[in-house]
């Protein structure tokens, strides 16, 4: 067993370095196709921040001022219930204060002066209202409405503050995803090429193997650990990529005034983590697919 | 050790290589199988080794049915033979030690026993002090007793030589067939396959001659005719 072993590391570490240029190819493909997934995660979770309470067709916030009385409250609700041609009555939603302070904390996660200004006592609670009509003009003309009620303190719109940022993250989403789709699959035939490469190199050595009764196993795992290192290594890489690029970007977004909205485009360190690790698995995977494909095609010297 | 029972192969739609051929072959013997170029001598040893599947009949080696046998024994299939060639095969980028070692390598034994095997066998091939040497820096019969050491250092039940003399002169043949002759005596069937008239009536053992892929003569203590 332990023959074996050294056998198959020492040929992977030789196969590795002969065929260097090829190598590098397909590590430096797989590296960017692995960045661009990556980003494209981090991308997606920090416009989410932005979106989160903006969340299932959500149109209108009506903010209720934290010293509003019960009855005040009870007002707005009935006021709410009273228009079920316009509102989804159904859907009407309405968070108190830990909610909405659970909330906030993901929507001012980038930006902590805003969030020390907020506590569970002072933070406004809001009613989550989704219209049921596709006429923004009949929504907008509610809110205004809506916000000469007592206790009122502000209605938001959806309309004005999120739909440009939701469209330009689906339309990121949109690119980024058919790009590393695009370059996953290139790294998979630069790493599949390579490989068939590096066994067309030893086709004697392997015809000689066949002769003498390796099994097929034998023959293929050199070269199916040389594909999958290829890919891990391409991972590695992008791991660091992933890394440095949340860092430049949270450092910058963290110099834009607090309340813009852009603070919220960062990303917590723990689905930086999960979005790494995620990315060496699938590093490990196109290598392994790739290297799979082409052990199997060209065993037949 | 080796029975044909009426095995045809067909290459192709229409290149009948050998055609209803049965013999049956003990273990110990050595056998040469004669002809001219193309009757089907290469075909009836590779259709030994499993390179080739039978068209019709069984081929049973060392107790195996090697027609029926799954893709995924024939490693071993091949572990009880012993492959000769008319070109050798050898690694130009290996030492002589390491080109033998490496038969014994790549079927996962370790390395204790390929220090003790492939010096063992390299002195009986008589090249125990040139095992340092690399194929190109040895004569074609040296290369050819290296191939032979690589083939004997498992210990096959049954030798198959694919005209191992083909490329050699008359007196490096001799210590070629000599050798052979010698791994004979140990007990291992040889089956050789050769279109040299003076290596086959020199040793007078088993001749079983093809003619257009036909068996037309099996005679013990045969020659070349
Ligand atoms: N791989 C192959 N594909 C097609 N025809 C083949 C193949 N190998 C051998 N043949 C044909 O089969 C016949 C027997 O060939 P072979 O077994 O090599 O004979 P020998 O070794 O006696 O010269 C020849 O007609 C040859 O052309
Ligand atoms: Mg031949």
């Known amino acids: 067993m332990l023959a074996r072993i050294e056998y198959a590391l020492r040929e992977t570490w030789a196969s590795f370095r002969r065929n260097l240029t090829l190598t590098l190819a397909a590590v430096v493909t797989s590296a960017i196709a692995l960045l661009l997934v990556g980003t494209t995660f981090l991308i997606q979770r920090a416009f989410e921040n932005l979106l989160v309470q903006w969340r299932g067709d959500v149109a209108m916030i009506v903010f209720v001022r934290s010293d509003a009385s019960v009855e005040q409250v009870a007002l707005i609700d009935s006021t709410l219930r009273a228009a079920p041609s316009v509102i989804d009555v159904d859907k009407l939603r309405y968070l108190d204060k830990p909610e909405s302070y659970a909330e906030a904390q993901r929507i001012f996660v980038g930006d902590p002066v805003t969030l020390s200004l907020l506590t569970p006592e002072t933070i406004p609670t809001q009613f989550k209202v989704v219209p049921l009509t596709q006429d923004t003009n009949l929504v907008r003309s509610l809110a205004d409405q809506y916000r000469t009620l007592p206790g009122v303190e502000a209605v938001a719109l959806a309309e004005d503050e999120f739909e440009v940022i939701s469209t330009l993250s689906s339309f990121v989403r949109t690119v980024t995803l058919i790009m590393s789709l695009v370059l996953l699959v290139v790294a998979i035939g630069l790493i599949w090429n390579t490989i068939r490469t590096a066994m067309f190199a030893r086709r004697r050595e392997i015809e000689v193997m066949k002769l003498v009764g390796a099994t097929n196993w034998f023959i293929r795992v050199p070269f199916m650990l040389e594909g999958l290192l290829q890919g891990l290594i391409g991972g590695v890489v992008s791991c660091a990529g992933v890394w440095a690029l949340n860092s430049a970007w949270t450092n910058g977004v963290a110099a834009f005034k607090p309340g813009t909205g852009i603070s919220s485009l960062v990303v917590p360190s723990g689905y930086l983590s999960g979005v790494m690790i995620a990315v060496l698995l699938l590093g490990a995977a196109i290598g392994a697919i790739g290297s799979a494909i082409a052990a199997s095609r060209f065993l037949d010297v | ?225």
Do not use: C
Request: hydrophobic share 40%; proline share 4%.
């Open chain 2, 1 to 225: 050790m080796i029975k044909l029972d009426r095995v045809s192969k067909v290459y192709g739609h229409d290149t009948v290589a050998v055609e209803d051929v049965s013999f049956d072959v003990n273990k110990g013997e050595f056998v040469f199988l004669v002809g001219p170029s193309g009757s089907g001598k290469s075909t009836l040893l590779r259709l030994m080794s499993r390179e080739e599947v039978a068209t019709e009949g069984d081929v049973w080696v060392a107790g195996r049915n090697v027609t029926e046998m799954p893709a995924s024994r024939v490693p071993f299939l091949r572990r009880s033979l012993g492959n000769v060639f008319q070109d050798y095969k050898l690694l130009l980028n290996k030492t002589v030690f390491e080109n033998v070692a490496f038969a014994l390598e790549v079927i996962g034994k370790p390395r204790h026993v390929i220090n003790e095997q492939v010096p063992f066998v390299l002195d009986l091939v008589g090249l125990a002090d040139k095992s340092e040497r690399f194929p190109n820096q040895l004569s074609g019969g040296e290369q050819q007793r290296v191939s032979i050491a690589r083939a004997f250092v498992n210990r096959p039940l049954i030798m198959l030589a694919d005209e191992p003399t083909g490329n050699l002169d008359p007196a490096t043949s001799e210590g070629i067939m000599a050798l052979l002759h010698s791994i004979n005596e140990t007990g291992t069937t040889v089956m050789m396959a050769t279109h040299d008239h003076r290596v086959v009536n020199a040793m007078r053992r088993r001749v079983v001659q093809l003619d257009r892929g036909v068996v037309v003569r099996d005679q013990e203590r045969g020659v070349y005719e």
